[in-house]
């Protein structure tokens, strides 16, 4: 599917299903708009999926992994190679967030958008 085939099938969210979901949960025993953004948030997912039903699965954190420079500006206590084994200690699910998404039942998804690193990373999109 190309990008704007990917754009071209997204639908306008159903505001008959908003209302529902809105109805829905100030139902539930909890003083009205208790939940926050987190409410709305699942209000506007109903909506944009057209169901009640509202799953968050499958789940996915997708960490953008680049070098912007600030080595040479001494900024940072380490080089520009460390970004690489991060991201590869990432996409082989050894990395703190990777323990940290194994709780929440997420993925890791570890891209290059500008590492400086001669080879590819194995594992990092």
Do not use: F, H, Y
């Not at 900024?75 to 190679?81: A, H, I, K, M, N």
């Not at 703190?96 to 194995?122: E, F, H, K, T």
């Amino acid at each position: 599917m190309t990008l704007k085939e990917a754009m071209n099938s997204i639908k306008p969210a159903r505001q008959a299903l908003r209302q529902q979901a809105k109805q829905r949960w100030d139902q539930v025993a909890k003083p009205l708009g208790s939940l926050g953004v987190l409410e709305e948030d699942i209000i506007r997912i109903a909506a944009a999926s057209g169901s009640l039903a509202v799953s968050l699965r499958p789940r996915a954190i997708v960490v953008m992994c680049g070098d912007n420079g600030v080595v040479k500006e001494g900024v940072t206590q380490t080089g520009q190679e460390v970004t690489a084994i991060v991201a590869g200690n990432m996409a082989r699910g050894n990395s703190c967030v990777c323990l940290m998404a194994r709780q929440a039942g997420a993925d890791v998804i570890p891209v290059d958008v500008g590492m400086a690193c001669r080879d590819a990373v194995p594992g990092v999109v």
